[in-house]
């Protein structure tokens, strides 16, 4: 069982440039999520799905956006990437919503110069 | 946005020490999980607690949701270099949808 999967792992990008990481789940999830983890600051999420089609901000949802075109795939975007998104970005799935398991993907390192 | 906050930040100990990790707010959560990370991975549940003053054991781990479920907090028996790992607490917002995470618990335990 591949549960939850990101791509890419690790991306480099100059300040600017757009890029879009990929989660895909298997476990017919209605609830995705995408978090950001900084050192000392835990997990903060930045946007997160209750089903297809629909998405919401979270926290620090300011320079991305998401698509959930499909209940298996949530698409994290940076139109314009700002070194202050370097971090680690972990995507999240979970039956239903926060009274469930999250189970979560390994994470993508970004780094932004 | 509901905020947690979690203690130590940072926490180093011998093998076969006691320690407890306390996660604190001002806010109602319907249910706090705690989470072990290990480096490169993704979070990994280790509990669930539900009910204000509920108590649960995982081997040597001891979990306690405060009575108004605004607190709680992780105790371990006897530590083992295996239990290192970052612990997160997280609390899940009373819309149902949303977790909250504590800034977590940076725990190493030496042999």
């Known amino acids: 069982n591949a549960g939850v999967t990101q791509t890419p792992k690790f991306r480099v990008l100059k300040t600017g440039q757009s890029m879009t990481l990929l989660c895909a789940q298997d476990?017919?999830?209605?609830?995705m999520y995408w978090y950001r983890q900084d050192p000392g600051m835990g997990l903060r999420l930045i946007h997160y799905?209750?089903?297809?089609?629909?998405?919401a901000k979270g926290e620090v949802p300011d320079g991305y956006n998401v698509s959930r075109l499909k209940k298996q795939n949530f698409l994290l975007g940076l139109e314009s990437a700002a070194p202050s998104q370097t971090s680690v970005y972990f995507c999240?799935?979970?039956?239903?919503?926060?009274?469930?398991?999250?189970?979560f993907g390994q994470g993508t390192r970004l780094t932004v110069v | 946005t509901q905020l947690l906050e979690q203690s130590p930040q940072f926490l180093s100990i011998q093998e076969g020490e006691n320690l407890t990790v306390y996660c604190n707010s001002s806010?109602?959560?319907?249910?706090l999980q705690w989470y072990r990370q290990e480096p490169g991975e993704g979070p990994v549940l280790l509990v669930t607690?539900?009910?204000?003053?509920e108590v649960k054991k995982l081997k040597r781990l001891t979990f306690q949701f405060g009575d108004a479920r605004k607190d709680s907090s992780l105790h371990i028996t006897a530590a083992q270099p295996g239990d290192t790992g970052l612990y997160l607490c997280a609390g899940a917002e009373t819309s149902g949808s949303r977790l909250t995470f504590g800034e977590g618990t940076q725990l190493t335990v030496n042999p």
């Open positions: 806010s109602v959560f319907s249910s």
């Open positions: 799905s209750v089903g297809e089609g629909t998405t």
């Open positions: 476990m017919n999830h209605e609830y």
């Open positions: 999240a799935s979970s039956e239903q919503g926060a009274l469930t398991e999250a189970f």
């Open positions: 607690v539900v009910t204000g003053g």
